[in-house]
C-alpha cells in the first residue's frame, strides 16, 4: 500500500513552504521505505524554487541530501534491512544498462537519469525530494552511512561532500598540491574539509575576511579576501586547482589567473548565466576549465567511507520546521551567505 507521510512543498515560484500530505509509492521489490531524520538545505534547491534555471515543475518538495534509517524494504531487496542507517542524494533512478551508468557514471545516464526532485520517474510520477519525513528510493541509489558519521552531520554529504569529493579526487588533490576553494559556504566549507584530509595545502577565497577563523578551524592555511587586491596580486599563478563553488556570476579571468601553468580551475556552482573566458587566458598556460557534476553512486559509497575514516561530517546549523516560515527564512541567509555552513532541517519537526 502506498504510504502518506508529511512534507515541505512549495506550490509556485515564489511562494512560501507550506506542510501538505504527500503519497509515497508501495515498495517495488527493489525499493527501500526511509524514514528521513534529517534534509539539508543546498542552494540547488534554492534555483530550482525560485525557478532561477528555468523548467521548475510545481509543486516542488525539495531535498537531495536525505539521512535517515530504513522502515521497510521490498520482497527483492538485499543490500539494506530495517534499521539501517541509509542516505539519499541527488538521484533516484537510471536506467542501468547504458555505458555511463554501467562506468559508474549515472547521473550522466543515456537514457536520463531521474532526479530526487523536479524530476519525472520513468512511470512518469514526479519525484518529490527529502524534506518529508519518508522516502521510497530503489536500493540501487540508496548509500550506506557509516557508523561514527551522526545523521544530521551526514546528511550535507550526499551532495555538499560528493560534488566536493569527486572533482578534488579526479584533479589530484593531496600532498604537494595547492588547491583553493571559492566560496566558502555549503559546498565550499566541504570542500576545504575534503582536501585537507587528502593532504592538500588549501587556501579559501572568500568574499571578505568574515569568515577567515572558520576557514581556518576548517582546514585552509590562507584565507583570501577577493576585495583584497593585493592578496590577489600576490596569488596570481600560484594554484594547481581552483574549485569555484560560488552560486552567483564571477568574473572567471580573475581566478583563471591564479592558477599555475597545467592548472585547472573546477566550476561546481551553478548560476544562470553565462561563463566568460578570453581564450588566450587559458591557451598562455595551458590552463583547463571544466565542470563537475554531483558523482556516481560509487563514488559516493567511497566519499562517505573516506568521510568516516576521516571523521569528518559537515558543519551544521539545525532546523525546527514546526514554524515553516523559519524554511523560508533560511533560504534568504544562504543566499545573503550568512549560513555556517549548512542548513538541515530535522524533519521531524514538519508540522502535522
Ligand atoms: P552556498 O552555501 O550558498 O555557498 C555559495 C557561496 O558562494 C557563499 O557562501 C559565498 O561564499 C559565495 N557567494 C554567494 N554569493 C556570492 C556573490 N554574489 N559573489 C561572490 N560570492 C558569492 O551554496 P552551495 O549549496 O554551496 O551551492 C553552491 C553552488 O553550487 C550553487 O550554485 C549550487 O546550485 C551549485 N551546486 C552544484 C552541484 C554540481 O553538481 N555541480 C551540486 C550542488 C550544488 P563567501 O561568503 O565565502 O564569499
Ligand atoms: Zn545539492
Given at each position: 500500500m502506498p504510504t502518506t507521510t508529511r512534507a515541505l512543498s512549495v506550490p509556485s515560484a515564489g511562494a512560501p513552504f507550506e506542510a501538505v500530505d504527500l503519497e509515497r509509492r508501495d515498495l517495488r521489490d527493489d525499493d527501500v521505505r526511509i524514514d528521513v531524520a534529517f534534509a539539508g538545505i543546498c542552494h540547488s534547491d534554492i534555483h530550482t524554487v525560485r525557478d532561477e534555471w528555468g523548467a521548475a515543475h510545481y509543486p516542488i518538495v525539495t531535498g537531495h541530501e536525505i539521512a535517515g534509517t530504513v522502515s521497510a524494504v521490498g520482497?527483492?531487496?538485499?543490500?539494506y534491512k530495517v534499521g539501517d542507517r541509509v542516505g539519499v542524494g541527488?538521484?533516484?533512478?537510471?536506467?542501468?544498462?547504458c555505458e555511463n551508468c554501467k562506468n559508474?557514471?549515472?547521473?550522466?545516464?543515456?537514457n536520463g537519469s531521474v532526479g530526487t526532485y523536479n524530476s519525472q520517474n520513468y512511470d512518469g510520477e514526479w519525484a518529490a525530494g527529502g524534506y518529508s519525513q519518508q522516502i521510497v528510493v530503489t536500493e540501487r541509489m540508496v548509500l550506506r552511512i557509516p557508523e561514527g558519521i551522526e545523521l544530521d552531520e551526514a546528511a550535507p554529504l550526499l551532495c555538499a561532500g560528493i560534488t566536493t569529493y569527486s572533482p578534488l579526487r579526479r584533479w589530484g588533490a593531496g600532498p604537494g598540491k595547492k588547491v583553493a576553494v571559492v566560496g566558502v559556504g555549503g559546498l565550499g566549507h566541504m570542500a576545504v574539509k575534503l582536501a585537507a584530509a587528502m593532504g592538500a595545502e588549501v587556501s579559501t577565497l572568500s568574499r571578505s575576511s568574515a569568515k577567515a577563523d572558520d576557514a581556518k578551524a576548517l582546514g585552509s592555511s590562507n584565507h583570501i579576501a577577493t576585495s583584497d587586491e593585493d592578496a590577489m596580486k600576490a596569488a596570481k599563478?600560484?594554484?594547481?586547482l581552483i574549485i569555484n563553488t560560488v552560486s552567483a556570476d564571477l568574473d572567471m579571468e580573475t581566478y583563471v589567473r591564479l592558477l599555475r601553468p597545467n592548472g585547472a580551475l573546477v566550476n561546481v556552482g551553478l548560476p544562470p548565466n553565462k561563463l566568460a573566458v578570453n581564450p588566450g587566458s587559458l591557451i598562455g598556460g595551458n590552463k583547463v576549465l571544466t565542470g563537475s557534476n554531483i558523482g556516481g553512486i560509487g563514488e559516493t559509497q567511497e566519499m562517505l567511507d573516506f568521510c568516516a575514516e576521516h571523521g569528518i561530517g559537515a558543519t551544521i546549523e539545525t532546523l525546527d520546521?514546526?514554524?515553516?516560515?523559519t524554511v523560508d527564512a533560511a533560504y534568504d541567509e544562504v543566499v545573503a551567505g550568512k549560513v555556517r555552513y549548512r542548513y538541515v532541517i530535522d524533519t521531524s519537526t514538519i508540522p502535522a
Open positions: 520482497d527483492g531487496v538485499t543490500k541527488c538521484l533516484v533512478d537510471s536506467c542501468t544498462e559508474g557514471q549515472e547521473m550522466f545516464c543515456s599563478g600560484s594554484f594547481d520546521a514546526s514554524d515553516t516560515t
